[in-house]
């Protein structure tokens, strides 16, 4: 009795796990189904140097590199300099010593309107006003000319980092179709296992790699679920938690990409 309650809680959980996964891969998808596209559509080519697909760990690189694009957009929206980005740090340090440069005429022309004001334009013979008016035109020409150039830059700055910000969503977009065909490629083979016989070592190691993989794409959300489905399939090999943890560590650092990017799966 045991061992079919335990069963029909992993086919729930299975099944709860991967609801969830595919109606987020549906809301990726969009509602537009059209031919498969290249898989690789928007993601840069410093990315996917980066995940170097095919090669061992491919599957945990991925991932940090959608967390890391994902930092990117929050830290853009933040308007703070992405990391890594020079052209925007060096604009946004050319930006703020126009700005200290602009501090100065401004603060001498508010100081020369208060002495104007302190003193009465009765008390000022004809010389003086003519050089309180030339040094007015003047500060009031810097102003000028600084502020057009700060707005300047700074509508350059908005361009680039909305561009920039274009750029970044594509890659997530594709980044999460990627993640979204291996998750759904990975609850396949789980779905396609038998239940393992008792003592079934090979069974469960095929299992256990399949539900590893499948961590690591799962967000944290939905996450709870595999961590029991992970915790039950090493009780079944008695191993540690300790153990179970290492173990899977080691089978997230397999390459676990390129298969399913030649089988075939659509990612629209």
């Known amino acids: 009795m045991d061992c079919l309650k335990r069963r029909r809680q992993s086919y729930f959980l299975v099944f709860a796990v991967g609801a969830a996964v595919l109606m987020g891969f549906d809301r990726l998808a969009g509602a537009e189904r059209a031919d498969p596209i290249e898989p690789y559509q928007g993601v840069r080519e410093t990315t996917l140097q980066y995940v170097a697909l095919g090669t061992p760990g491919d599957l945990l690189r991925l991932r940090e590199a959608f967390d890391k694009t994902e930092q990117e957009i929050a830290r853009l929206e933040l ?15 050319k930006l703020n010593g126009l700005k200290d ?3 100065e005429p401004e603060t001498l022309l508010r100081l020369l309107d208060k002495s104007e004001r302190e003193i009465g334009n009765e008390e000022l013979d004809h010389l003086s006003a003519e050089g309180r008016a030339s040094l007015r035109r003047e500060l009031l020409a810097r102003i000028n000319d600084l502020n057009g150039a700060i707005g300047g830059l700074e509508k350059a700055i908005r361009f680039e980092q909305a561009e920039y910000l274009r750029i970044l969503m594509d890659e997530k977009r594709a980044l999460a179709k ?5 998750r759904e490629s ?3 083979e789980y779905a396609a296992f038998p239940e393992c016989a008792i003592g079934d070592r090979s069974c469960l190691d095929r299992k256990l790699r399949t539900l590893c993989r499948l961590r690591l794409l799962t967000s944290e959300a939905e996450l709870v679920p595999i961590l029991r489905l992970i915790q039950e399939v090493g009780g079944q090999l008695k191993i540690s938690d300790q153990a179970l943890s290492a173990r899977c560590e080691n ?3 397999e390459s676990g990409l390129q298969g399913v990017l030649s089988s075939g799966v659509r990612l629209e």
């Open 79 to 93: 308007e703070v300099p992405p990391e890594g980005q020079e052209q925007f740090a060096q604009r946004r340090e």
């Open 101 to 103: 440069r602009l501090a």
């Open 178 to 182: 990627l993640l979204a065909a291996r």
């Open 186 to 188: 990975l609850l396949g």
């Open 251 to 253: 089978l997230q650092q």
